[in-house]
């Protein structure tokens, strides 16, 4: 079992940026094969895929964020990241990291839950007009 601790979320203004990080309990980002993914989930709606990464340098995003939001892994840090810019309230929601790790077989990644075998608790994200 992979636990992940999801950190960095809090209440921003419109066009305020955050930064989430995503820790995986005893593992190095730097050591692991992996597939790593941030999902979120708005009050009243499904949670929603925003990114995928993967140990061999691979990122998804989903098509409406990829301008705004970028993710990766902060070695130094041994934190999965994702960088949120420009934020608008549609933003608000709980972000979830969400992890197949440390034996990724390579086989497929990205914005669907099946990739992923592991999951956070979620942070919340609140963007204010």
């Known amino acids: 079992q992979v636990q992940l601790v999801e950190s960095g979320g809090g209440s921003v203004q419109a066009g305020g940026s955050l930064r989430l990080s995503c820790a995986a309990d005893?593992?190095?980002?730097?050591?692991?094969?992996?597939?790593m993914g941030w999902f979120r989930q708005a009050p009243g709606k499904e949670r929603e895929g925003v990114a995928s990464?993967?140990?061999?340098?691979?990122?998804t995003y989903a098509d409406s964020l990829k301008d705004r939001f970028s993710t990766g892994i902060d070695n130094a840090k041994n934190r999965l990241y994702l960088q949120m810019n420009s934020l608008e309230p549609e933003d608000t929601a709980v972000y979830y990291c969400?992890?197949?790790?440390?034996?990724?077989?390579?086989?497929?990644?990205?914005?669907?839950?099946?990739?992923?075998?592991?999951w956070g608790q979620g942070t919340q994200v609140t963007v204010s007009s």
């Open positions: 990464v993967t140990s061999d340098g691979r990122t």
């Open positions: 005893g593992y190095a980002y730097s050591r692991s094969r992996y597939c």
């Open positions: 969400a992890a197949d790790l440390p034996f990724y077989d390579g086989s497929g990644c990205g914005l669907r839950e099946y990739y992923y075998k592991f």
